[in-house]
């Protein structure tokens, strides 16, 4: 047996090989056991990507490095068809991470992907004239099916490792093995490339990921958003000691965030309520909720579509007191939809500092938010909860 027979795969092929394996498999099971479950499609997507830049990465490290050659005495059918499932299995280790890609793309849910709760993943170019049930249904429809033929191929290839291992001829499983197994193993390849097979792929990655960062751009600073014409108001609002906050549930489970963004006009006294006015201009951009899917999310089409809607205003009239606190109605104006709820607070005046604690509860229905994925709020909870709290200066 000569010593250009006997040479394993460079370590780096035989770590991707076992890694990409042990993926393919686990990715198989988790898309068996993923329905109503958010986490697990998430993480479905997430390894999804990463196969398919792993598959990059190896095919560059297969040009650079080209594997050792079969054994002399395998007959050539078997090389041949040895061959034919190595190009199948990276054709669909990146073909069927696409195909998910473009099936999220131009699902009518419009999910958001995070990678690994992570990294916003935009969805592909020039597919929002595409969405549509039909399509999606067709796409995850072979997806699916790719799924067998990976699995076929995996048995394929295995049964084809362990017939060559205890055939007549050289095996070639102790080839892949990491060197814990099969003593004596011949000596490995010498390795070359690795700039180019991770450099490329990492930068490509990159390239991709960063689509969504320079498309959300910088949020506006609060003295510049647009909104109604500012009041003449009588109180300056302490916005290091303010917050506008909303809450709901997700899946059975309570979400907060705030909008780290906004301005208002206040014009109010209490012994003149039929004159008070608020208007408030709420940077949509500026969401948090500190769980990085829903802020994504909450950027998309069917929620506050800051592409097209970057701002939302409220205006409170109609003031009145009630008890030991106030109520007014509150008009919010998101994506051109305008509702009234009532909202209610106590205020406190000391001087000339006022404190105030206000809640109102809106319909997100009544808002068109994420009535394309859960119109039934099956996932989110119709109501949303808005708080306000915050400090303001009467004016001199």
Avoid: C
Wanted: hydrophobic fraction near 45%.
């Amino acid at each position: 047996m000569s010593a250009e027979a006997s040479s394993r795969y460079t370590s780096v092929a035989i770590a991707l090989h076992w890694a990409m394996a042990a993926l393919l498999v686990f990715m198989i099971w988790l898309g068996w056991n993923m329905d109503e479950n958010e986490v697990r499609y998430q993480l479905h997507k997430s390894i999804g990507i990463t196969l398919m830049f792993l598959a990059f990465a190896r095919l560059a490290w297969r040009f650079a490095n080209p594997p050792p050659p079969l054994p002399e005495g395998m007959p050539a059918y078997e090389k041949t068809a040895s061959h034919l499932v190595h190009i199948a299995f990276y054709v669909l280790m990146i073909g069927i991470p696409l195909g998910g890609w473009f099936m999220v793309s131009v699902s009518p849910f419009q999910v958001s992907t995070v990678l690994f709760g992570q990294v916003s993943w935009p969805h592909l170019p020039f597919t929002e004239g595409l969405i549509g049930e039909t399509l999606y249904e067709f796409v995850a429809n072979v997806h699916g099916k790719g799924a067998w033929v990976i699995i076929g191929l995996l048995a394929l290839h295995v049964a084809g490792a362990v017939k060559h291992e205890f055939g007549a001829e050289d095996g070639v499983l102790k080839r892949m093995l990491p060197g814990l197994f099969g003593k004596p193993n011949p000596p490995a390849l010498p390795a070359r490339g690795a700039l180019f097979a991770f450099g490329g792929s990492l930068l490509l990655f990159a390239a991709i990921a960063a689509v969504p960062l320079l498309a959300s751009g910088s949020p506006k600073p609060v003295s510049s958003l647009s909104g109604p014409a500012a009041l003449s108001g009588n109180w300056d609002v302490d916005y290091s000691q303010s917050e506008i906050s909303f809450s709901g549930q997700h899946e059975g489970k309570p979400f907060t965030g705030v909008f780290g963004n906004w301005t208002a006009d206040i014009l109010f006294d209490p012994d003149a309520l039929g004159e008070a006015r608020v208007r408030a201009v709420v940077d949509t951009r500026s969401a948090k909720t500190g769980t990085k899917l829903y802020d994504d999310s909450l950027k998309g089409k069917e929620w506050f579509n800051v592409s097209q809607f970057p701002e939302a205003s409220v205006d409170l009239s109609d003031f009145k007191a009630v008890g030991s606190g106030y109520e007014a109605t509150a008009t919010l104006t998101l994506k051109d939809v305008a509702v009234s709820v009532p909202l209610t607070f106590t205020l406190e005046i000391s001087g000339d500092t006022a404190s105030l604690d206000a809640t109102a509860a809106f319909s997100r229905k009544a808002l068109n938010l994420g009535q394309s994925s859960d119109p039934g709020a099956s996932w989110v909870a119709d109501a949303v909860t808005v708080h306000v709290t915050g400090k303001a200066q009467r004016q001199p």
